[in-house]
Nanobody, 117 residues
Framework: QVQLVDSGGGLVQLGGSLRLSCAAS????????MGWYRQAPGKQRDVVAG???????NYADSVKGRFTISRDNAKDTVYLQMNSLKPEDTAVYYC???????????WGQGTQVTVSS
């Protein structure tokens, strides 16, 4: 089964940028959709952005215009470029992939993003 490995988190100041990476152990073509979720302490895990096999994207209202999700099929990697970061973006970010023709989700291990003011 394909595994996902998240990376790229860190500590950044208000207004800064980070790029998260989600590397798959196999082909990402097995996923119908891939996305990024985040979970802040004491809160539920919420979707941040998603991208389909055809490259269609969608974003949570709170990150529209600041975050960009993309995929590199040749590298079997999905990225989340995060600009103009705010303290409220602080959370653990998880990569997700929904396997084609199933309701099975594969999750990365998560990467911490902390935005200081």
């Amino acid at each position: 089964q394909v595994q996902l490995v998240d990376s790229g988190g860190g500590l950044v100041q208000l207004g800064g940028s980070l790029r998260l990476s989600c590397a798959a152990s196999g082909s990402i073509s097995v996923f119908e959709t891939m996305g990024w979720y985040r979970q802040a302490p004491g809160k539920q895990r919420d979707v941040v952005a998603g991208i389909t096999r055809r490259g269609n994207t969608n974003y949570a209202d709170s990150v529209k215009g600041r975050f960009t999700i993309s995929r590199d099929n040749a590298k079997d990697t999905v990225y989340l470029q995060m600009n103009s970061l705010k303290p409220e973006d602080t959370a653990v970010y998880y990569c997700n992939g929904r396997l084609r023709w199933t309701t099975t989700d594969i999750w990365g291990q998560g990467t911490q993003v902390t935005v200081s003011s």
